[in-house]
C-alpha cells in the first residue's frame, strides 16, 4: 500500500524526469542554432547560450511563486537610512580621489518605441536639443572639470541599440569623459507552448530578431565580466559602480553616497546600495525592500501572489520604492560569479501571433548576495523617469532648469513636487506630441493636467491648478497663444481660425 510520501516521492519523480527531458530538448536545439554561426561569431553566441541555459533551468526548476508571504517582514531598523543622515557627514577635501573610485554605468538597451521613435531611447531629443545620452556625458564631464578627476562613462547596450549607439559616440571625441560600451546578452525568445526556441538561425539579426531578446538588466553582471570590461577597471583602481537606467533625468553622481561607500562611518563597507524613494499612489508597481530569510531582498511584483497584490500596492505597508539607482562594489560583482536572481517570466506575442515567453532578471534582484546590502532613502528629485510623453512635458517645461546636464526643480516653484500630467493616445508618439504645442506651456503653479483627444497649445500658454481639455471624437479644440487657464475644464469644439 502507497503512503502519501511514496506518492509525493513519486510526483517529485516524475517531474524531474519530464525537466530533464526538456532540457535535452533545449540542449538539441540550441547545438543546432550553433552550427548557423559563422566563426568569429562562435565564441560570444557559446557564452550567451551557456548563460540563458542556466537561466532556462532555473524557470523549468521553479514551482509556484519563490517566496513564502507570511515570511516577508518589515526592513530592520537601520537596513534603510534615510538621506539626510548620509549628507550630513563631512565630506573630504580631497574629492578627485573619492571620484576617481567611480564608474558611471547606464543601462542603455531600450529602444524609443513606445514614444514612437526608432532606435535608442537614449537619443530622443529631451531638453534644448540635448538626448538622454548628451545630457550624461554633459554632467560627468562637469563632475571632471570641476574635481579634475577622471569618471568613466560605461554604457550597457543591447543588440538592438548598439550600433546606433556607437555611430553617436563619435560626437563625444573631445569631451573629458572616457567612454567604454559592452553589449547586454541575447538570449533566444521561447515558444510558449513547445518551450523550446523560435529562432532558426544565429547569423540572421535583421528580419529575424524578433526571435531574440535582450534579457533584462539583471544580464550586467555576466556580460560586464565577460567584456573583460570589470577586470580592465579594477586594474585602474575602481570600486564601486553607480548604475542607473539612461532615462532617468534624477539619477546624477552623488558625491554624499560614494563618501558614505569608500569611508563608511562604522568601517564596514556596504557592497550594494538600492536608492529607494517614497511611495506615491502613482508607484504602486514598484518594487520594494523587505527582510526575507535574515537578508535585505528587492520584492517585486511579478513574485506576489495574485490575492496579496492590493497588499502590496498599499503605500501603509510598503512606504518606499526601488528607483533602481544602484552602487555595487566591483570587488564583490568580481566574487560573486554565480548570482541567485529570481527569474521573470515576461510573455510576448509576436507579429505573427506566436506566443512566447522571455526569461529575465533585474539588476536590483542580486541585492541579496551582497554584504551589508544597505537602502538610502533618497528625495523624490533623484527619481525622474521619462517613459511617456507625459513626462516629457515636464522635464521640456520651465519646472526645471538646465544646468551642466542636470536638471533641478526651479525656485519659483511653490511646492517641490511634480504636477500629475495625463496626455492621451494623440500625443503618445514624439513626433504628434511636439506637433501640438507651439511651444510647452509655463507650468509653474500646474497640480493637474489632463488631455484627451485632438488638442494643440499655441505660444504661451499658461497652465495653473487643475486643468482637464477633452475634444470628444470628432471635435477639435485649440487653446489659443497667451491662454491662461487656471481649474479650468475645456471640453467641446474650439478652432481659433487664422484670418
Known amino acids: 500500500m502507497t503512503t502519501a510520501m511514496d ?10 524526469q519530464v525537466q530533464l527531458e526538456i532540457e535535452k530538448s533545449m540542449d538539441h536545439e540550441l547545438k543546432k542554432l550553433m552550427h548557423t554561426c559563422s566563426k568569429d561569431q562562435l565564441e560570444a553566441v557559446q557564452r550567451d547560450f551557456n548563460g540563458f541555459q542556466k537561466l532556462f533551468h532555473r524557470f523549468l526548476g521553479e514551482k509556484g511563486p519563490s517566496l513564502n508571504w507570511e515570511k516577508i517582514q518589515r526592513p530592520p531598523e537601520g537596513s534603510i537610512e534615510p538621506y539626510e543622515s548620509i549628507r550630513s557627514r563631512q565630506l573630504p577635501s580631497d574629492l578627485a580621489s573619492l571620484l576617481n573610485k567611480l564608474v558611471v554605468v547606464k543601462l542603455n538597451g531600450g529602444l524609443g518605441t513606445s514614444m514612437g521613435c526608432k532606435g535608442p531611447k537614449s537619443l530622443i531629443g529631451v531638453r534644448s536639443d540635448n538626448t538622454f545620452l548628451d545630457l550624461t556625458v554633459q554632467q560627468i564631464e562637469h563632475l571632471n572639470k570641476t574635481h579634475k578627476s577622471e569618471v568613466p562613462l560605461v554604457l550597457m547596450n543591447s543588440f538592438n541599440t548598439d550600433e546606433d549607439t556607437q555611430k553617436i559616440l563619435q560626437k563625444y571625441g573631445h569631451f573629458q569623459v572616457k567612454i567604454y560600451t559592452f553589449n547586454q546578452s541575447r538570449y533566444p525568445r521561447i515558444n510558449k507552448e513547445t518551450l523550446l526556441p523560435v529562432a532558426e538561425n544565429v547569423s540572421c539579426v535583421g528580419g529575424a530578431s524578433e526571435a531574440w531578446y535582450p534579457p533584462g538588466h539583471g544580464d550586467i553582471y555576466d556580460s560586464f565580466r565577460n567584456s573583460g570590461l570589470l577586470d580592465k577597471l579594477l586594474a585602474q583602481g575602481k570600486e564601486f559602480l553607480f548604475v542607473s537606467n539612461i532615462d532617468n533625468l534624477g539619477a546624477t553622481v552623488d558625491l554624499h553616497i560614494l563618501n558614505h561607500l569608500v569611508n563608511p562611518p ?8 538600492m536608492e529607494v524613494t517614497d511611495k506615491t499612489r502613482a508607484d504602486v508597481k514598484g518594487g520594494t525592500l523587505m527582510q526575507y530569510d535574515g537578508k535585505l531582498r528587492l520584492l517585486e511584483i511579478a513574485q506576489v ?41 515576461n510573455p510576448k506575442t509576436l507579429d505573427g501571433g506566436l506566443n512566447v515567453i522571455q526569461l529575465e532578471t533585474a539588476v536590483g534582484a542580486a541585492l541579496k548576495n551582497f554584504d551589508n546590502a544597505l537602502g538610502i532613502n533618497v528625495p523624490r528629485s533623484r527619481f525622474l523617469p521619462v517613459k511617456t510623453t507625459s ?5 521640456m517645461s520651465n519646472l526645471y532648469s538646465l544646468s551642466a546636464g542636470s536638471l533641478t526643480m526651479s525656485d519659483a516653484r511653490e511646492f517641490k513636487t511634480v504636477p500629475l500630467v495625463k496626455l492621451g493616445s494623440s500625443f503618445t508618439k514624439v513626433q504628434d506630441y511636439l506637433r501640438r504645442f507651439a511651444s510647452i506651456p509655463d507650468m509653474l503653479e500646474l497640480d493637474h493636467l489632463t488631455v484627451s483627444g485632438d488638442v494643440t497649445f499655441g505660444k504661451g500658454v499658461v497652465l495653473k491648478g487643475t486643468v482637464i481639455i477633452i475634444a470628444n471624437h470628432g471635435d477639435r479644440i485649440d487653446i489659443p497663444t497667451g491662454a491662461l487657464l487656471e481649474n479650468k475644464i475645456v471640453s467641446g469644439n474650439l478652432r481659433i481660425l487664422d484670418h
Do not use: Y
Open 266 to 273: 562604522n568601517g564596514k563597507r556596504c557592497e550594494f546600495v
Open 305 to 345: 501572489p495574485k490575492d496579496r497584490v492590493d497588499e502590496f500596492k498599499s503605500v501603509t505597508k510598503f512606504k518606499i520604492f526601488n528607483t533602481n539607482n544602484l552602487w555595487i562594489s566591483l570587488g564583490a560583482i568580481k566574487r560573486n560569479t554565480d548570482l541567485d536572481m529570481e527569474v521573470i517570466v
Open 7 to 16: 506518492s509525493a516521492h513519486a510526483t517529485s519523480q516524475f517531474q524531474a
Open 391 to 395: 513626462d516629457l512635458l515636464l522635464v
